[in-house]
């Protein structure tokens, strides 16, 4: 039998959003740069809620949250907050990934420390769709990003603590979280002490 861990943690209900912006980016991240889109709007929120109430990362370093005019703005301002040196996220989905697509080319060559926080869904024309699709991220895969996966809630916190080992390594990754199951249902996580997310999570 395995040794049980000392503290195993605290049981959570939450979203992906939730998960990947407040259990997560909070804390590991000096920067947030973004613009609210379906069905992303909420990790940049909770990033604003975090900066607002004087949160600091887990090394203790002060964090700063803009929310910009558009998608493109955000992804420039993301950028150049990382050149800077700053762990940095964006939070985008959809047509506004694909609006900034012009800066996602020219980052990488940058060897900034960000990670793109996706929740994919499709590009429709007629209707808002954040149930499945990812045209998206399709869209852009020739930009020379690292692109981590997460097929549910509860898969979403594990690849953004990696997606922050790859930025470190100067390859900017996205995290992209796979329609409305990912981004928006609810999963029971275990949580630590300290807020991160343990590997165990119930399924």
Not at 64 to 89: K, P, S, Y
Not at 103 to 131: D, E, F, I, W
Not at 165 to 192: F, I, K, M, T
Not at 194 to 202: Q, T
């Amino acid at each position: 039998m395995a040794d049980r861990p000392k503290y195993p943690g605290i049981w959570i209900t939450c979203n992906g959003n939730t998960l990947v912006a407040k259990y997560v980016e909070t804390r590991i991240t000096e920067g947030g740069v973004f613009y609210p889109i379906t069905p992303s709007t909420e990790g940049g929120e909770l990033y604003q809620q975090s900066f607002a109430q004087g949160e600091l990362d887990v090394w203790g370093n002060q964090k700063i949250a803009m929310e910009t005019e558009g998608e493109h703005a955000a992804q420039g301002g993301a950028t150049a907050l990382a050149v800077t040196g700053r762990r940095v996220v964006n939070f985008t989905s959809g047509q506004g990934l694909a609006y900034a697509m012009e800066q996602y080319y020219h980052a990488p060559g940058k060897c900034s420390t960000m990670v793109l926080q996706v929740g994919a869904r499709a590009l429709t024309k007629h209707a808002l769709n954040v149930h499945c699709g990812h045209e998206d991220i399709c869209s852009a895969l020739d930009t020379g990003w690292t692109i981590l996966f997460a097929k549910d809630a509860a898969a979403s916190g594990r690849p953004g603590y990696h997606s922050a080992q790859s930025e470190r390594e100067n390859s900017e990754p996205w995290h992209e979280r796979s329609g409305w199951h990912a981004h928006h249902a609810l999963r029971a996580c275990l949580a630590d002490a300290r807020g991160g997310i343990s590997s165990r999570v119930l399924r």
